[in-house]
T-cell receptor, first 119, second 113 residues
Framework: GAVVSQHPSRVICKSGTSVKIECRSLDFQATTMFWYRQFPKQSLMLMATSNEGSKATYEQGVEKDKFLINHASLTLSTLTVTSAHPEDSSFYIC???????????????FGPGTRLLVL | GQQLNQSPQSMFIQEGEDVSMNCTSSSIFNTWLWYKQDPGEGPVLLIALYKAGELTSNGRLTAQFGITRKDSFLNISASIPSDVGIYFCAGLVSGGSNYKLTFGKGTLLTVNP
């Protein structure tokens, strides 16, 4: 089946530094990828939709200058948390749509998540 | 924006019991999806429902897409300890360049052996 990977799986950084998280579709191409954030005991909240070769679409309340998204190829999207602060600590999950699925049956596969802790 | 009401928030059951959880929405979805998430992992798709009224099974799991397209339920029969986890419903609106998945708040399932 389709696999989505994320790297790193967990990262600890100092406040004020930037952290880059990679999301890759391993055996399929993904025109569209998504980035979610999940706080403990809460549901997944969509942060942004990432389209290959174009600017990401951010959800209301998500700062585009703080959460930089680059979808440079059909298999890679990156999320950079700039000038991270403790309140940015969360579980970040990406997902990707398999371009082979369509017609209202697009299948979205999720990565294993990245745990970010900002000290 | 669209909101999903998922219930119950948590369930504690004995191994072998059946489980039912549901989601309702104030708006219509094209597709209903049910995911399971284990601690520290991403969600894994269990069942996808594409048509109103559709009833689909995946092993011990059965899910239905409500006729009104505003609700869905998931049943787990003869629960086992490995069914423990958080179950999320998700509603999908898609069409053209629009594609958005909205998640329910989740149901935490605990199975006592």
């Amino acid at each position: 089946g389709a696999v989505v990977s994320q790297h790193p799986s967990r990262v600890i950084c100092k406040s004020g530094t930037s952290v880059k998280i990679e999301c890759r579709s391993l055996d399929f191409q993904a025109t569209t990828m998504f980035w979610y954030r999940q706080f403990p005991k809460q549901s997944l909240m969509l942060m942004a939709t990432s389209n290959e070769g174009s600017k990401a679409t951010y959800e209301q309340g998500v700062e585009k200058d703080k959460f930089l998204i680059n979808h440079a190829s059909l298999t890679l999207s990156t999320l950079t948390v700039t000038s991270a602060h403790p309140e940015d600590s969360s579980f970040y999950i990406c997902s990707a749509i398999d371009t082979r699925t369509s017609g209202g049956r697009e299948t979205q596969y999720f990565g294993p998540g990245t745990r970010l802790l900002v000290l | 924006g669209q909101q999903l009401n998922q219930s119950p928030q948590s369930m504690f059951i004995q191994e072998g019991e059946d489980v039912s959880m549901n989601c309702t929405s104030s708006s219509i979805f094209n597709t209903w999806l049910w995911y399971k998430q284990d601690p520290g992992e991403g969600p894994v798709l269990l069942i996808a429902l594409y048509k109103a009224g559709e009833l689909t099974s995946n092993g011990r799991l059965t899910a239905q897409f409500g006729i009104t397209r505003k609700d869905s339920f998931l049943n787990i029969s003869a629960s086992i300890p490995s069914d423990v986890g958080i179950y999320f419903c998700a509603g999908l609106v898609s069409g053209g360049s629009n594609y958005k998945l909205t998640f329910g708040k989740g149901t935490l399932l605990t199975v006592n052996p």
